[in-house]
């Protein structure tokens, strides 16, 4: 599975004014900085690539209680040098969740947007806030898989119920941005279920 970010900047139709301002602003730092924003050395923004991982039905999202926010989380990462920002929000995935088994719902981009990351410090060293410039995608597993933590990142992983969603986050932003993926996939869900 491939998804280069110059091909998701080509395909990627913002649905709403929030969406087309944050594209504007990953085209225009990308023009600025060149592939140097793969690179999360690239202190003021850099590229990340993040998804929701939903149950068959849609009824439950995989979440993970993450280590330095100290809140429940979607899953997803640094590109770290890598264009393809389906594969890195895959081995995030994976690497997060201890699943063996992922697939995207669809492999377009459901959304971009520019997320802030407040100061904070990761193995002993100080990160300065800054900005993720970020792909998301919605993927689909076993809710009956194994899954475990990654120590290393978060403390906890487990299939929330949608609708509990703001109990368990305490990011108010994040929680309107899942619900929003949700409703995106419900809706492609249904619109490919008409087509069959």
Same mark, same amino acid.
């Given at each position: 599975?491939?998804?280069?970010?110059?091909?998701?900047? %080509? +395909? *990627?139709?913002? %649905?709403?004014?929030?969406?087309?301002?944050?594209? %504007?602003?990953?085209? %225009?730092?990308?023009?600025?900085?060149? +592939?140097?924003?793969?690179?999360?050395?690239?202190?003021?923004?850099?590229?990340?690539?993040?998804?929701?991982?939903?149950?068959? +039905?849609?009824?439950?999202?995989?979440?993970? !209680? !993450?280590?330095?926010?100290?809140?429940?989380?979607?899953?997803?990462?640094?590109?770290?040098?890598?264009?393809?920002?389906?594969?890195?929000?895959?081995?995030?995935?994976?690497?997060?969740?201890?699943?063996?088994?992922?697939?995207?719902?669809?492999?377009?981009?459901?959304?971009?947007?520019?997320?802030?990351?407040?100061?904070?410090?990761?193995?002993?060293? *100080?990160?300065?806030? !800054?900005?993720?410039?970020?792909?998301?995608?919605?993927?689909?597993?076993?809710?009956?898989?194994?899954?475990?933590?990654?120590?290393?990142? +978060?403390?906890?992983?487990q299939w929330i119920p949608i609708n509990e969603i703001s109990v368990y986050s305490n990011e108010p932003d994040f929680i309107?941005? *899942?619900?929003?993926?949700?409703?995106r996939a419900r809706n492609y869900r249904e619109a490919t279920d008409d087509r069959d």
């Amino acid at each position: 599975m491939k998804l280069t970010l110059d091909t998701i900047l %080509k +395909n *990627y139709h913002p %649905k709403n004014e929030v969406e087309r301002e944050d594209l %504007k602003v990953l085209i %225009k730092h990308y023009e600025q900085v060149g +592939n140097s924003i793969l690179y999360r050395n690239r202190t003021l923004a850099h590229l990340t690539s993040s998804a929701v991982v939903l149950n068959h +039905n849609l009824t439950h999202m995989l979440m993970v !209680h !993450h280590n330095i926010y100290n809140t429940w989380t979607w899953v997803g990462g640094h590109n770290d040098g890598d264009f393809n920002c389906l594969g890195v929000a895959l081995k995030e995935t994976l690497e997060e969740t201890g699943l063996s088994q992922v697939k995207p719902l669809t492999e377009e981009a459901q959304s971009i947007e520019v997320l802030t990351v407040d100061g904070h410090y990761k193995k002993g060293q *100080y990160v300065t806030g !800054h900005l993720h410039l970020n792909v998301s995608f919605v993927f689909i597993a076993d809710d009956s898989e194994m899954i475990r933590p990654n120590l290393d990142e +978060n403390s906890k992983v487990q299939w929330i119920p949608i609708n509990e969603i703001s109990v368990y986050s305490n990011e108010p932003d994040f929680i309107k941005l *899942y619900l929003k993926l949700i409703d995106r996939a419900r809706n492609y869900r249904e619109a490919t279920d008409d087509r069959d």
